[in-house]
Structure formats: C-alpha cells, structure tokens
C-alpha cells in the first residue's frame, strides 16, 4: 500500500493532496481493477455500470471539495445556492451504489466471493466519498449561517439521499431527470407523498435508510476523533 501511495502522492491534485484522499483513491483504483479482471476471465462486460456509478458519486464530492478550497471567495450566498443545487442532485448516486449489491449471486460465471468483494468495495468508495462531501458541506453551511448545522442539516440530506436512492433504484429515475423530464419526475415524488399511507413501505425504506446513513455518517466522521484519543494514550508515560 505505500508503495501505491507514494506514485500517487506526486500528483497533488487538489481532492487528492491528504493521505485519507490518496487511500481513497488507491481503494477506487483496485475496485475498478477488479472489474478489469472480471472482464478478462468471464468475457462479460455487466458490471462496468459499477464504474459510471463510482463516477456519479464521484461529482458530488468534487463540486464540495472546490468549493471548500474556494468558500473565502465566494461570498455570494445565492452563488452558493447554485452551487449546493447541483450537489443535492447528485449526492444520492454516492449511497446508491449500496443498492448495487441487490446484484450479488444473479450471475454465475465468477466465483460469488469475488463478485461480494467487488461489489461492496464499489459500495464501500461511494459511501466515503458521499460522507466526505456531506461533511464539507456541512461545514460550509456553518460558515454561511454563522452556528452549527449539525443533525439539523445531516438527517434531512440523508432522508433526501433515502429517497432519492428508491427514485432511482425502483422508480429508474437518473439524477439528470430532473431537466429532462422534470414533469414526469415530480408528478411520481407527489403521488409518493399524497398517498403515505398506500406507500406506507416505501416510507418506510426511505425512514430505515435515513437511519443507517445518518449513524454511518456520525460513526465514520468521529472514527477519527477516536484515533487521536487512542494515540494520545499511547503516548502516555505510563504505557
């Protein structure tokens, strides 16, 4: 793994210039390979959909890290409304992919392990980089509203980012609906919302999602928190 790094570390681009982002994307290199080597053993070329949904979660997480690397220029609040739009659109491809394991075990021409490690290694990247995003862009709209955004921002994206993943998922809408076929898109999130009680399970899914992705969030953003804690014991005179 160092040694991967280290041929990554020259290039400092921007959302590449920490050690948690060249980890990341060592992690996204060896997902892609995977799919790679499925190709080349199995001659099928399904599983190349993982690919442009790491891609589309992949946007969100660039449009928040320029904008955290350009927030003290942009002092405009309806140019960060522009901004955030196109984020909120895109964010919930970052969690969608967790719904890609629904494919597990429908294809046979690999071993299921290798399928498994595939697949959630995809799932896996596109949580991080939704997590990563939704925690700049939490701390930007702290820097906007002047207090802590906290819960109060971070359930509501999660709920939007729950259903946003059942409109895609089963409903098969794409984040670019939204300008190409706006009406039809609008009018299926009405009937979803005049009718609960008829879409009581539907609700539901988004409700349970909405859960899990905002304690995932909450973990995986305090995991480093804790690690500090841990080596500052280590530290100790007493150790």
Request: hydrophobic fraction near 55%.
């Amino acid at each position: 793994m160092k040694s991967i790094l280290t041929l990554i570390k020259p290039f400092e681009w921007a959302p590449f210039r920490s050690e948690f982002s060249r980890s990341l994307i060592a992690s996204i290199v060896f997902s892609i390979a995977l799919v790679v080597v499925r190709i080349i053993f199995s001659g099928d070329f399904l599983f190349t959909f993982l690919v442009w949904n790491l891609f589309l979660a992949f946007i969100p997480y660039v449009i928040s890290e320029w904008l955290s690397g350009n927030i003290t220029r942009i002092r405009n609040r309806i140019a960060i409304t522009f901004i955030f739009i196109p984020w909120l659109l895109f964010i919930p491809n970052s969690f969608y992919i967790v719904t890609d394991l629904f494919h597990l075990g429908h294809f046979e021409n690999m071993p299921l392990w290798y399928d498994l490690t595939m697949i959630f290694s995809f799932a896996w990247n596109g949580l991080l980089l939704g997590v990563l995003s939704v925690r700049q862009m939490e701390k930007i709209m702290e820097i906007f509203l002047k207090k802590k955004a906290g819960l109060l921002f971070v359930f509501p994206i999660m709920f939007l980012n729950s259903l946003g993943i059942y409109i895609g998922r089963y409903l098969r809408f794409n984040s670019w609906d939204i300008i190409t076929d706006p009406f039809h898109l609008i009018k299926e999130i009405l009937r979803l919302a005049i009718h609960p009680i008829e879409y009581k399970f539907v609700w539901s899914m988004v409700f349970c999602f909405s859960v899990f992705m905002t304690l995932l969030y909450l973990t995986l953003i305090n995991a480093n928190y804790l690690g500090r804690i841990d080596s500052n014991k280590m530290k100790s005179p007493g150790l």
